[in-house]
Each structure stands twice: as C-alpha cells, then as structure tokens.
C-alpha cells in the first residue's frame, strides 16, 4: 500500500501539489484526472521519487519511503510517453540493461517470455530506433514489468497503441491487479478508468478536488464537467 499524507511540492516558486491525502492499497487500480497543468505528472514523479516532497509524508507498507528508498524504486514499474529505451539497442540488449539494472533472475528466458508476451520476438535483434510508436511502447510495458514490481506508475501509458497494444495493456494490467500490484494512472480517456479502475481522484490546481470509487465513464464525464466548470 503507498499513503501520501499531506504532500505538497513547488517547482520553482510556484506550488503543484498542495495538501494531497490519498492512498493505494494492493491490487487497486487508481486513476488521476484532471485539465492540463494540474499536477497529475508531478504527482506520479512525487511517487516515483523522481521529484522529493516539500513538505508532508509518504509511506509504502506502513514504512517512510524516504527511509527504505533503494527497496522502494526497485519495486516500481514505470510506463509513459517517454520510453527510456537505449534507441541504438535491440529489445533484447534494452530489456537486458534493465534485467540487469533490477537483479532479474534467469535474465535470458525472462526477456524471451516478454518479448513474445508483447508480440515483439520476432524484431528482436533490430535497433529500436527503427520501431514505430506503438512499438516502442510494447517495449516499455515489457521493460516495466519484467522485474516483477508491485508498484505500477502509469503516465497515459495508452499513448501510441494499436487497438491490440490497447487490449494487450488491459489485459497485463488485470493480471497486475490480480497479482496485488499497486496501480496509479493517469490518462484523458474516461473509457479506460472504466474498464480497469477502481477508483478516481480528481486533481484540480494541484488539490486532490474530489474522488470517486463509481468508475463508469458517464459518471467520471459529468463529475469532470461540474469540478472544472465550477473552478
């Protein structure tokens, strides 16, 4: 479970999160919605580590994240729009670096089973910097998941996907849950919070402005409609 207790960070001068409560048990699924520029990414970034809160708490397992931070970033998976893929590296040489990265055992049959489960075996000794976007994408999903990690952070990780990557993604995603991986997305397609979350936040100005555990994408669309109108 990751608890954020009071959380707030800046940027500069200018505050993005401000006073964020929220938390994501294992084997939830959490989305944040939210118009451009209201923290959504600084949120994700915060919880990776990337970005250090200014101020508040943060706990993974009933324990400060800050103290046990090694542990913790070995535990998470990350999906975005950026891949960090090496461009002049094959999959298997990416996938590689990343196994090797995060201590994967019985790194070569692990990186075959990935490659085949995202349908990219076949390119496999083929420079990425070949590769379209969906792609690189397929690549991604493998390269965050290989590692087992039971925390996934997830930055419109539909981005540049066929209507098989999408399904692809749904479907790893279900397993993650079924798997008690904790999940955090962020996306603008109210069609996919239905179909794997369990919950929403809505941030607004860096606030968490309003959550719901109703999921349907009718219900997200009128609650978006009313907290944006109303701001």
């Known amino acids: 479970m990751i608890v954020l ?21 294992k084997g939830e699924c959490l989305s944040i919605v939210g118009p451009n520029g209201a923290g ?26 800050y103290k046990q931070l090694t542990e913790y970033k070995r535990n ?61 994408q397929r690549l991604s999903l493998a390269r965050a998941l290989l590692h087992e990690p039971s925390i996934l952070l997830l930055d419109e990780p539909f981005t540049g996907l066929d209507q098989d990557g999408v399904q692809l993604l749904f479907h790893l995603l279900q397993q993650e849950k079924e798997k008690q991986t904790a999940i955090m997305m962020v996306t603008h397609d109210f069609s996919h919070i239905e179909k794997i979350s369990n919950k929403v936040i809505f941030l607004h100005k860096g606030e968490i402005a309003a959550e719901s555990v109703q999921t349907e994408e009718k219900h997200i669309k009128e609650m978006y409609k009313t907290l944006v109108d109303e701001r």
């Open 76 to 136: 998470l998976g990350w999906i975005s729009h950026h891949h960090f893929l090496y461009e002049n590296f094959t999959p298997v040489e990416n996938l590689r670096f990343y196994s090797e990265l995060y201590g994967v055992k019985n790194c070569e049959e692990t990186i075959k089973r990935w490659l085949k489960i995202v349908d990219l075996y076949v390119f496999k000794d083929i420079p990425v910097r070949t590769f379209s976007k969906g792609m690189k």
């Open 5 to 25: 207790h009071n959380v707030q960070k800046k940027l500069g001068m200018r505050p993005v999160l401000r006073h964020i409560h929220m938390e994501v048990k």
């Open 40 to 65: 959504k990414t600084t949120l994700l970034k915060v919880c990776a580590c990337i970005h250090q809160i200014d101020a508040g708490s943060m706990y993974w397992n009933g324990q400060d994240v």
